[in-house]
């Protein structure tokens, strides 16, 4: 072999290693330095997030990442949501995790901000038929039907006559949506009519609100702010002889539950759904070529008499964290 060629073979390996030690870099050098994991979420400091917030703190700690709740006032529209991944993004954000809003703009924002950083969103409430990018969120429909399959077990399997109230926060979401079609699904062939589906109200104008609508036997809340605002006009008789059904996450739906305001409560394990989103997002950083994955968070359905079995004591320490 003729020195030219030699000195030829030896830059190639040079280079070959220089390559490879840029590629152990990316790989393992980010776990030496704290990563500032974003979180966005509408209403942040709201008792609906708690469980999901501390699920987040646990895999963080566990998996050394730098944890940053932006904190927000009240819901966001997808404009406010917009700025808030913007000023993050600016502010050296290494990943997001998000909870999206309706708006077609969002999406575009996000999809964005997923060719800069690693971004997940949790619980889908985007207007998309289809998820925008990964997502970590309980499966809405099959809530849907649970919640269905729990009101006919107490009627006897029979609602003909009866009249059904449907609220939602975000009525338009894709989230609610399923909640929603699965609940009709679920309610299919009963007898029940669906007399009204609305956007649920601000608390303090709750009371004027059920007056305004047709009387209904059953009122079905789909989130933890319907709920909620639900529950308070049980607990002052203002849901007009109405029987109460919901889904929630927080310590006060969880008391509507105990008080006897509320028949049954389906409960989405969003710890579980916090944590998922921190190992995703921390998964990518130690391997460049992972690809974030979505997930379908369990949920589980308790009544009163069930509320503090053993079960679900984990859901319930979780909920007050």
Not at 88 to 106: K, M, Q, R, S
Request: proline residues 2%.
């Amino acid at each position: 072999m003729n020195k030219s060629k030699k000195i030829f073979i030896a830059a190639e390996v040079a280079l070959a290693c220089m390559i490879l030690a840029v590629v152990g870099l990316m790989f393992w050098g980010t776990n030496e330095t704290e990563y500032k994991v974003s979180v966005i979420l509408p209403d942040s400091d709201n008792g609906k997030w708690d469980a999901f917030k501390y699920g987040l703190e646990m895999a963080a700690a566990d998996q050394g990442a730098d944890l940053a709740m932006v904190s927000t006032e009240g819901e966001l529209d997808a404009d406010e949501e917009a700025d808030l991944i913007r000023d993050e993004l600016a502010n050296e954000a290494e990943a997001l995790i998000i909870c999206p809003v309706f708006g077609e703009d969002l999406e575009k924002e996000l999809k964005k901000a997923a060719k800069r950083v690693p971004v997940i969103q949790v619980i889908d409430q985007t207007g998309s038929e289809e998820n925008s990018g990964p997502v970590i969120e309980p499966d809405h429909y099959e809530m849907g039907e649970e919640l269905a399959k729990k009101i006919l077990e107490d009627q006897g399997q029979n609602l003909r006559g009866k009249k059904i109230g449907i609220l939602a926060k975000a009525r338009d979401s894709r989230a609610m949506e399923l909640r929603k079609q699965g609940m009709e699904d679920g309610l299919n062939g009963s007898g029940a009519a669906i007399s009204w589906w609305q956007e649920s109200p601000d608390p303090e104008y709750a009371e004027t609100f059920f007056m305004e609508q047709v009387k209904v036997d059953i009122v079905a809340a789909l989130d933890d702010s319907s709920l909620r605002t639900a529950g308070a006009c049980a607990y002052s008789n203002d849901l007009r002889g109405a029987v109460l059904y919901g889904m929630g996450q927080s310590t006060e739906a969880v008391y509507y539950l105990d008080t006897g305001h509320v028949e049954c409560l389906v409960v989405s394990d969003d710890f579980q759904m916090g944590y998922q989103a921190m190992t995703e997002i921390t998964d990518r950083r130690d391997s460049f070529f992972y690809r974030i994955k979505s997930h379908t968070v369990p949920y589980k359905t308790v009544r009163r008499q069930e509320l503090f079995l053993k079960e679900n004591q984990d859901m319930l320490f979780t909920m007050s964290q």
